[in-house]
């Protein structure tokens, strides 16, 4: 499966902004998806899952209630709805996928180049 990222930007303190990530050559339905994130100086971190059903989501203690991970099977593409925005949201965010449920660890098989994130103070 290969994945595009997109939807980055730069958005002031308490704004959102929507990631997408468009799957190619696989159906959604056949990976666990997630998303990471990189700070300038700091390793990735995860930020949000979906399972394979879609039933089963999980988010960072940082971005639960303000970020919301969702999936359109019909368009194959994953997103990250990000509201109540802070400068520390600051990072490159990539999206993932595995056949298996890797969960929090960054061992997924496939990753998206990232999409630019900057939260302005």
């Known amino acids: 499966v290969q994945l595009q990222a997109s939807g980055g930007g730069l958005v002031q303190t308490g704004g959102s902004l929507r990631l997408d990530c468009a799957a190619s050559?696989?159906?959604?339905?056949?990976?666990?998806m997630g998303w990471f994130r990189q700070a300038p100086g700091k390793e990735r971190e995860f930020v949000a899952s979906i399972s394979r059903s879609g039933v089963g989501k999980d988010y960072a203690d940082s971005v639960k209630g303000r970020f919301t991970i969702s999936r359109d099977i019909a368009k194959n593409t994953m997103y990250l709805q990000m509201n109540s925005l802070k400068p520390e949201d600051t990072a490159v965010y990539y999206c993932?996928?595995?056949?298996?449920?890797?969960?929090?660890?960054?061992?997924?098989?496939?990753w998206g180049r990232g999409t630019l994130v900057t939260v302005s103070s």
């Open positions: 993932a996928a595995d056949i298996s449920a890797p969960g929090r660890s960054a061992k997924y098989d496939f």
């Open positions: 050559g696989r159906p959604l339905i056949n990976y666990q």
